[in-house]
């Protein structure tokens, strides 16, 4: 995104921008990928009709060849708020080539080394505990450049012996040699990985489309295969010795606080060297022709069956058996066993569900199920993993949430404070408290009530084969007898009264908010297609064609961008569409406001309810209506065009009780009138009774300006047009009409506390 400064001295940029389109925004630079089910000559036409008079330019770059590294070089940066600590290592690598070795060499190399099956990440985040995230960052670039291996240490007081385990790993990748073996998983699981991406033709045409330009052809793809297949473990030592220097080295350490002063003095890489029966349930079956094959395990087990004052129980149980192992494998050798068949067993637990997705290429699946199915059907419920896992998801909950994504933050409160006293009033990580007390006892006893087989619903979709079904079907028969969990109730959300807005007080640069209402409408009714087409029309996620979005930040830039919804969307700051199982009881209408510039929180409040207001108050027009359901009858394609998320959608239907997911919404759109939108938005939403959550820094100030219902100007860049300047001042005036009781700040470090 480019350096702060320079991002906030872009008015004065506007130039310079015009002059960097002119020279970059050009067809010999340009490459047009038409991926899908079209018309080869017809599309050519179109592109030689609309792209074909374009000009090319004559600019040409003089990049000038950077010096000669003189490292190691060490920095430390001091973090204003609590975290936890960083060690980047930075690797000076080559530039992209489908012919010289070394950097297809260097980064397999510095994956296997460093990913998840290496035996550093076992000792560092398994086994000694020191870790709970590694990772590497290897991208391909035209030119030379920086690629990055990260630790996320658990104690500060670990920083230098991570430092140092980093170090010694990449010494002695310079004096021994990668074993064959492992280096032929590495190629089995690029090429599986690699397969098991291309389900859909968005994901094809990505893919190429970052291959293709480095030079403008769709085979620079199969050539770096070609490539990587004809690595041999004496071209990942050579590259090792040719890039894994001393002098080249980057080192970065980042904490709240000062660094360990012997982090300075760096070591050689030399001083590290070192010597070298089928079950009684249905089956939802999605036969294709993909050769990926993947299956998906429901359990009616949530978050809002934690025992209280064990929240966070369910995803805690549920990471125990996806990440910790069976009985007859630890997890380390779970993750070597799936790695060269790029096969993947994840959990994701939410308020009513967990769902296991087990996903593998067809050629490898007696194999992947013999790992697989264990971790399911004989956990190990090792003390180690449950210590790791808990830790895991305690800083996922603190600092993940609380700490770094104010975004996040604002919409977890907001649901919580609208289900308050329910089973959906904690998030499905848990609290702290909730969290610290669970022990390994409670996990086995949630695990044995929860994983029956009277609670599971199941769906596989590939190239599956009869015999497929009926293994899985035998190997679920193992399951524990039994109807699961009790049902748990319909939680009733508490109504606001008016507005009622919590100010979360946080050390951060902008403010987020997040304001709603409770929902009793889910897909199974009947309503449900007319508020999809409403919040579609105010603020459709990650479209630039709702209101909110075209009336806030293309035409005022308040700030990212500005969504409804009436469906939980978690994690919606990191994709474009809804995951599917987060089906839910009851829901949330929510409008989601990107954080804007403190100084423009109070208007930006004020606006969003305005334009909910004026919905509500004038309705949709018969043009708003037809253009947004037109819209709709395509983009629900779109949300379910992947393999996993068909999948998925499937059993969210046999979990509602409604017909497939794009049937569902294409007739009931098909039969909405915009009389019929109008109606079922009045009769469930309000832009009066909301709960408003806003996370601020300064949260007397601002519960101060809501409370005095003072005017709220906005500053602009440069000039706006003056009937854009007349509603403002309107907008800046509106009275919000809180009551003093109505706001109440909290601090962070209480929030999901307890």
Do not use: C
Not at 161 to 178: C, H, I, K, N, Y
Not at 616 to 629: I, M, N, P, V
Not at 697 to 719: H, T
Not at 726 to 736: F, P, R, S, W, Y
């Amino acid at each position: 995104m480019g350096f702060l400064k320079d991002i906030e001295d872009m008015p004065n940029q506007y130039a310079y921008s015009k002059v960097f389109f002119d020279r970059w925004y050009r067809p010999e630079r340009t490459t047009i990928i038409v991926a899908g089910d079209v018309v080869p000559a017809r599309a050519f036409a179109l592109v030689e009709k609309y792209w074909g008079r374009w000009q090319r330019g004559s600019y040409r770059a003089s990049v000038p060849v950077e010096p000669p590294p003189q490292g190691p070089a060490y920095r430390h940066v001091t973090w204003t708020t609590p975290t936890l600590p960083w060690v980047a290592l930075g690797v000076r690598a080559p530039r992209f080539s489908v012919v010289d070795k070394e950097g297809a060499a260097l980064a397999m190399l510095l994956s296997l080394a460093y990913g998840e099956t290496s035996p550093l990440y076992k000792r560092l985040v398994q086994d000694e505990q020191k870790v709970d995230q590694l990772l590497t960052y290897t991208p391909e670039r035209v030119d030379p450049t920086l690629w990055i291996l990260g630790a996320r240490v658990k104690r500060a007081g670990d920083t230098l012996a991570v430092r140092d385990a980093m170090l010694a790993t990449m010494a002695g990748l310079r004096d021994t040699p990668l074993p064959a073996a492992k280096l032929a998983d590495g190629k089995a699981a690029m090429k599986y990985g690699l397969i098991r991406s291309l389900d859909n033709t968005e994901r094809i045409a990505a893919t190429l489309a970052s291959y293709v330009h480095f030079e403008r052809s769709y085979d620079t793809l199969n050539r770096y295969y070609r490539l990587i297949d004809s690595l041999t473990p004496a071209d990942l030592q050579a590259a090792a010795r040719t890039w894994l220097r001393d002098e080249g080295l980057v080192l970065l350490t980042l904490a709240h606080g000062e660094a360990d002063p012997a982090l300075a003095q760096l070591p050689g890489l030399a001083s590290f060297a070192a010597p070298a029966g089928k079950a009684a349930f249905d089956v939802t079956v999605q036969k294709t022709a993909l050769p990926q094959v993947r299956y998906k395990l429901m359990f009616a087990a949530g978050s809002a069956h934690d025992p209280a004052g064990k929240e966070g129980l369910a995803a805690l149980t549920a990471a125990m058996v996806a990440a910790g192992g069976s009985l007859e494998r630890k997890v380390d050798e779970v993750t070597k066993a799936l790695f060269p068949m790029a096969g993947s067993f994840d959990a994701r637990a939410d308020k009513e569900l967990t769902t296991f997705t087990g996903s593998v290429h067809r050629d490898k699946w007696t194999e992947f199920q013999e790992i697989a199915m264990p971790l399911l059907l004989s956990p190990g419920f090792r003390e180690e993993d449950f210590r790791r896992l808990r830790d895991a998801q305690k800083n996922a909950l603190d600092v993940d949430l609380k700490n770094n994504n104010e975004e996040e933050l604002a919409k977890e409160r907001l649901q919580a404070n609208v289900f308050a006293g329910t089973g959906y009033a904690h998030p499905v990580l848990g609290t702290a408290r909730g969290i610290d007390a669970i022990t390994l006892d409670d996990v086995k006893a949630f695990y044995r009530q929860a994983y029956a087989r009277g609670a599971i619903k199941v769906a596989i979709a590939g190239d599956v084969t009869e015999a497929m079904v009926e293994q899985l079907k035998t190997q679920l028969a193992r399951l524990p007898a039994g109807t699961g969990l009790p049902a748990t109730s319909v939680p009733a959300g508490r109504m606001p009264q008016g507005l009622e807005v919590e100010i979360v007080q946080k050390d951060t640069r902008a403010t987020s908010i997040s304001f709603g209402l409770p929902l009793t409408v889910t897909r199974a009714h009947p309503d449900f297609p007319a508020l999809w087409l409403a919040k579609t029309w105010l603020g459709e996620h990650r479209a630039s064609s709702g209101v909110l979005y075209q009336r806030m930040r293309e035409l005022r830039g308040l700030n990212y961008g500005d969504y409804a919804y009436i469906e939980a969307f978690p994690r919606g700051m990191f994709q474009f569409f809804p995951d599917p199982n987060v089906a839910r009881k009851a829901q949330l209408f929510e409008i989601w406001l990107r954080p804007v510039v403190p100084d423009n929180a109070h208007f930006a409040l004020r606006l969003a309810l305005a334009e909910l207001d004026k919905m509500l108050a004038d309705g949709l027009s018969q043009a708003d209506f037809d253009s947004t359901r037109n819209y709709l009858m395509k983009n629900v394609f779109l949300m379910t065009s992947t393999q996993d998320q068909q999948l998925g959608y499937a059993l969210d239907s046999r979990w509602y009780g409604t017909v497939e997911f794009t049937k569902l919404m294409r007739d009931g759109l098909a039969r909405l009138t915009v009389a019929d939108v109008n109606a079922a938005m009045r009769r469930h939403l309000s832009s009066k009774n909301l709960s408003v959550v806003m996370v601020t820094k300064d949260a007397a100030g601002l519960k101060e300006k809501l409370l005095s219902d003072a005017f709220s100007p906005i500053k602009y860049d440069g000039n706006k047009a003056q009937a854009v300047l007349e509603e403002d001042k309107a907008v800046g005036a509106m009275k919000l009409g809180l009551r003093p009781e109505a706001v109440r700040i909290v601090p962070v470090t209480a929030v999901f506390a307890k």
